[in-house]
């Protein structure tokens, strides 16, 4: 809350509360939102009796990473927008809540990007490798821009000093356009749609080959 003040937001309105255990605005999924940016909790579990019903419809799952990403595409608004950061057994697990909350981002959302991090770049709190998900609501997805960000300026050990590789400019430049190049590619649905909605980043990535004079 401090940090709000300390950037002018003074009027900013707090809660805390457990949305996976407790409803608010109404019947679900009650108060919608038009943006929403979250780094939600990873590798948790809730016991089933206390998650909210409607939220855990079809899916039948306990972990926290893939219930936070269902309550965020409940409470978009059409049109909404998100990013979300998510642990990379999101993108590829083969349990069936996974594969469905794949499908959902591709069907019902329009998924724009995912953005594989580098694995360090949570130290000294977690190694766990993660990706950023941006995404609207409402549309369905053609096509997913995928980057392979390597270095975002610091390094990936517990101290996270500054160096001078970073990704991060070219991710920006990319982005309007969704440009390819070195670290950066688009896939088309179907082609998603074929390997499970996987959404791994490597299993797309396009195959370079050099020749080697021996």
Known sequence: ILNLYLHQ??????????????????????????????????????????????LNYKLS?????????????????????AGVIVPNGVLFGGTNAATILRELLLTECNLQAVVSLPSGVFKPYSGVGTAALIFEKGKTTDSVWFYDLTADGFSLDDKRTPVETSDLPDVLAKWPARDEGPNSYRVPVERIRENEWSLAVGRYKPAVVSAVTH
């Open 61 to 81: 799952t306990r972990a926290t990473e893939l219930l936070f990403l269902k309550w965020i595409i409940d409470h978009l608004t059409p049109g909404g927008r």
């Open 9 to 54: 937001l003074e009027r900013a309105q707090v809660t805390h509360h457990n949305p996976l255990t407790t409803g608010f605005g109404g019947s679900y999924p009650g108060k919608l939102f038009d943006c929403i940016l979250a780094n939600p909790p990873f590798s948790g579990k809730i016991q089933d009796e206390s998650i909210l019903a409607d």
